[in-house]
């Protein structure tokens, strides 16, 4: 009708109004909020007819070789030189510099976009983000505000669901990060992650329904995650008092969107991720896919000179159009794929005997009757006396057997299984080992999720080392916080191999696929009191793992220097105070003590015979942020927390136990300036070729604290009083006290600690309440 008028001669001005309609399904007859969309009005005319209306009320007639479709044409020239995506490159950059927004330039948008979706399900399916991946299904939604949003199902494997609730908060969070702790993570989540603002502050808000918010923000404060009577997750979202401002509007936790940590860093974008385990979720998930096209009620207007619009006639002028946002029309041009299925599934409409080939693997006849028994009732049955049947249904039946696996086993656990750490870790091994700065180090850390670990692993990453981890995760205390560790570690683009120490192949392995520069040894079996309790986890770790790892690194070529955590406590009955590297030695108090000296002498003999560079560091009581729960700062935080009591030991004659606490970032500058100042090992494939460095420094803080003073200062920053028993020290291999002379790490690379106890534990503490909240959710 359009096309009549503007043949005519002086014809009127005709506008289009598009109209909501009451009646109309919502989700396909809704209004577009961008400023142009294309009308398609008869969708059986073979050749397109598109006419424009632009903002300012002109109809323009547009065909396929328009110069508004070339600036569709161009590729985006990707001028940051980077492989596919980067933070560099973004969308409100490049417009921003042209005075353009989003929808000016929708083939920008979608490229972008596509990239980055692109990316995300290769992380996803061949990466294994959170598992084995059996099928992934997306659809592509366009949004009314004319952005592109993906939809995506993920199928796990069998052995990658475990659909235990308690493991969701590992994956998924729905809460606000501590800007203090994690600030590029609270960065993000402000935002990208916050609903909102809606509700009475903003009932002009898109998500307003009949005065609410028609996706139920905001949510309810929860403890603790859990499943509702529906067996939708209803994820934890604590009462912690943090907020985050939007428009002028505190938002607090009840607000944020449940999201993956890793996802969000790495794609910087609104990700957000549920776990799906109920037929009535994946139903609600599909329903993307089967929306069918944007649709609206439309009537034409004659514009009057004047502007003031009149009625032609009201009736015969209602047409019922598809419509399709720039975005959309942009997507399609490129041909990108609006629904994706892998492995793809098609669906025969009709299958005549022997009319069509179809052929499929039948599977074992256990797994049929899996497949057909449950959750289809009338569907299929398995009977495998009617063979032809089977074969008639073969491509239904595929369809069908996806959904299967889907229904009987929460197919959308969306989980870290520490098997995906063990398999494919080959190609995430180099890319972690990448070196991002002019002579930097690729550095093998061992005991890459645990305290020390963890910070010098981040610290090397941040300023361009290549950093590969190696764990084995064991449960002398809560596995779970190593977990987290590691997914701090993961988003900031470290990976840890999962492996024991001891496993001679593994280490090879590692050490063929990159040529080490330097081994940062921080792995060990911990604690001084344990030993008594189980004595040859010591000798395994601290022996065993050792000697295991010495002999991989001096048959490596070229042969890298060795830094390793000795420990304070070699020092053991010594009373010379304070402690310097030259002091006797040979009087150790625990199990751990010995096991730590013997690696002392271990390693100078690894260093006599092979040439390796050794640097022994011997930590004092290393405390801080993501330490370790066996330590007795923490383990007291926890029960003065919780009400319970603390036993506090004392030495003879009642004197006060005191330790030199050294704060973990001193620790880990005193590690990065042991690497740095570590010479070359001399030895190559096991032969020595001359004399290497061998070295042993304090790394401590210098002002020892008593017990009950550092007990003080906890209670001060917890604002709790702590119920001390006092009790005599029993002979656990504790001793009296600990004081540390630094002046040869001083001397030798500057080591200067510079955080004393009240701070550090103010900051340990921050921590603390951030992860585990007041009330404990997690078990320490
Ligand atoms: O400096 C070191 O080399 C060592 O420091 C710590 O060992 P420790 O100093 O014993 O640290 P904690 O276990 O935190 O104990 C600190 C002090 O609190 C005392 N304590 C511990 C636990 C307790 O219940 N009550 C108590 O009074 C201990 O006797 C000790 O004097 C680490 O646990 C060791 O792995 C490390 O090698």
Redesign the pocket.
């Given at each position: 009708m359009i096309k009549d008028k503007i043949n005519q001669e002086n014809h009127p001005n005709v506008s289009l109004r598009l109209l909501g309609k009451r009646g109309r399904d919502g989700r396909t007859y809704n209004l577009h909020t961008v400023s142009e969309v294309v009308g398609d009005f008869d969708e059986a005319l073979g050749d397109r007819d598109i006419i424009v209306e632009k903002q300012s009320g002109r109809l323009l007639r547009i065909t396929e070789r328009s110069p508004s479709y070339l600036a569709l044409q161009y590729p985006l020239l990707f001028a940051y030189g980077e492989d596919g995506y980067s933070e560099d490159i973004e969308i409100v950059r490049f417009l921003g510099a042209k005075g353009l927004k989003s929808d000016d330039r929708p083939d920008v948008v979608c490229r972008i976009f596509k990239v980055k979706l692109d990316n995300l399900i290769r992380d996803l399916k061949t990466n294994k983000f959170f598992g084995a991946v059996k099928a992934v299904v997306y659809t592509i939604e366009f949004q009314k505000c004319g952005l592109l949003h993906a939809h995506i199902l993920l199928f796990l494997s069998n052995e990658d669901k475990l659909p235990q609730p308690r493991r969701i908060d590992e994956i998924i969070s729905a809460e606000i990060p501590d800007p203090v702790i994690d600030p590029c993570y609270y960065e993000n989540v402000k935002e990208f992650m916050v609903h909102g603002p809606c509700g009475a502050v903003r009932k002009s808000s898109p998500c307003m329904r009949d005065g609410s918010c028609s996706k139920y923000f905001p949510k309810q404060y929860l403890d603790a995650t859990k499943f509702d009577d529906d067996g939708f997750p209803v994820y934890r979202r604590r009462d912690n008092g943090r907020v985050v401002m939007k428009d002028g509007v505190p938002l607090d936790n009840r607000y944020i969107v449940p999201h993956n940590r890793a996802l969000l860093m790495k794609y910087g974008g609104h990700i957000n991720v549920e776990w799906c385990n109920q037929s009535q979720s994946i139903k609600y998930l599909f329903k993307y896919i089967n929306k069918g096209h944007d649709r609206v009620t439309a009537s034409f207007f004659q514009s009057g000179a004047d502007g003031a619009r009149q009625n032609l006639d009201e009736v015969s002028l209602y047409y019922d159009c598809r419509y399709i946002s720039s975005c959309e029309a942009a997507w399609r041009i490129f041909g990108f794929e609006i629904q994706y299925k892998d492995p793809s599934v098609e669906r025969l409409s009709f299958h005549l005997p022997n009319e069509q080939h179809d052929t499929c693997t039948m599977p074992s006849k256990s797994s049929m009757e899996e497949l057909f028994l449950p959750s289809t009732p009338g569907k299929f049955k398995d009977k495998s006396h009617h063979r032809q049947q089977h074969h008639r249904s073969a491509t239904s039946l595929f369809l069908w057997a996806l959904f299967l696996v889907a229904l009987t086993a929460a197919f959308l656990s969306f989980l870290f299984k520490d098997k995906y750490f063990r398999s494919n870790w080959e190609s995430h091994v180099r890319s972690s080992a990448q070196i991002r700065r002019h002579n930097g180090f690729s550095v093998l850390v061992t005991g890459a999720a645990g305290f020390v670990g963890s910070h010098v692993s981040l610290a090397l990453k941040k300023r361009g080392d290549g950093v590969v981890g190696l764990d084995n995760f064991n449960d002398y205390y809560n596995p779970d916080l190593k977990r987290s560790r590691r997914d701090l570690l993961t988003a900031n683009g470290v990976f840890i191999v999962e492996g024991d120490l001891n496993d001679a192949k593994l280490l090879a392995n590692l050490f063929d696929l990159v040529q080490f520069s330097h081994v940062m040894h921080l792995a060990a079996q911990?604690?001084?009191?344990y030993a008594m309790e189980n004595p040859h986890s010591y000798i395994h770790s601290n022996i065993a793992g050792l000697v295991t790892l010495l002999e991989a690194s001096k048959s490596a070529m070229p042969q890298p220097s060795v830094v390793w955590a000795s420990?304070?406590?070699v020092y053991g009955l010594n009373e010379k105070s304070p402690f310097s590297e030259s002091d006797r030695t040979d009087k150790p108090a625990s199990l751990?003590a010995a096991t730590?000296k013997a690696g002392e002498e271990i390693t100078h003999t690894y260093n006599h015979i092979y040439g390796l560079s050794i640097t022994g560091l011997?930590?004092?009581?290393?405390?801080g942020p993501w330490g370790?729960p066996?330590?007795?700062?923490?383990?007291?935080t926890r029960d003065i927390l919780e009400g319970k009591p603390?036993?506090?030991?004392r030495g003879k004659n009642h004197a006060d136990?005191?330790?030199d606490f050294t704060y973990i970032d001193d620790i880990a500058k005193g590690c990065i300036g042991s690497l740095d100042t570590a010479k070359k090992s001399t030895g190559s494939g096991g032969k020595k070729r001359g004399p290497a460095q061998f070295r042993i420094f304090n790394l401590g803080n210098t002002s020892p604290v008593t017990?009950p003073m550092m007990v003080g200062m906890l209670e001060k920053h917890l604002k709790v009083k702590a119920k001390k028993n006092l009790v005599e020290?029993p002979g656990n291999g504790?001793v009296q006290f600990?004081h540390a002379n630094i002046s040869y790490a001083r001397s030798e690379f500057g080591y200067n600690p510079t955080t004393d106890l009240q701070t550090g534990l103010k900051k340990f503490v921050k921590w603390y309440i951030s992860y585990y909240g007041y009330n404990h959710a997690k078990s320490v």
């Open positions: 911990a604690g001084v009191r420990s304070s406590s751990y730590k011997r930590f004092f009581t290393v405390y370790r066996d330590m007795a700062y923490f383990s007291f603390i036993t506090i030991y136990l005191a330790r017990v020290m504790d600990t």
